[in-house]
């Protein structure tokens, strides 16, 4: 079993800048990708960014391209989220997840085999 505990979650002011970290513990040799999503009141869950887990290559959503950036540490078995220029439209729970399948979308939720407990993000503006 895999266990994703995120943190670095809080209040700040817009424009200002937070860091999320996600530690896993447990079968991390299998890790494929990981990645973040993102889910605001009333709203889906929405996908952030993710990496792959050997080569760290990226990708990101288009809501957050250029502001956030995604980077993992393997020896840690940490991932983090740098997020800049954080804007209101910001303000969700912050999830990490883990995928070890060879199949399945990046970007869908349901291709991912563990998750987070979440984090809350507050952007004051």
């Known amino acids: 079993q895999v266990q994703l505990v995120e943190s670095g979650g809080g209040v700040v002011q817009a424009g200002g800048s937070l860091r999320l970290s996600c530690a896993a513990s447990?079968?991390?040799?299998?890790?494929?990708?990981m990645g973040w999503f993102r889910q605001a009141p009333g709203k889906e869950r929405e996908f952030l960014a993710t990496i792959t887990w050997s080569a760290g290559s990226t990708t990101y959503a288009d809501s957050v391209q250029g502001r956030f950036s995604i980077s993992r540490d393997n020896a840690k078995n940490t991932m983090y989220l740098q997020m800049n220029s954080l804007k209101p439209d910001d303000t969700a729970v912050y999830y990490c997840?883990?995928?070890?399948?060879?199949?399945?979308?990046?970007?869908?939720?349901?291709?991912?085999?563990?998750w987070g407990q979440g984090t809350q993000v507050t952007v004051s503006s």
């Open positions: 447990g079968r991390t040799s299998t890790f494929i990708r």
């Open positions: 997840a883990a995928k070890s399948r060879s199949f399945g979308a990046y970007s869908q939720q349901g291709s991912y085999d563990s």
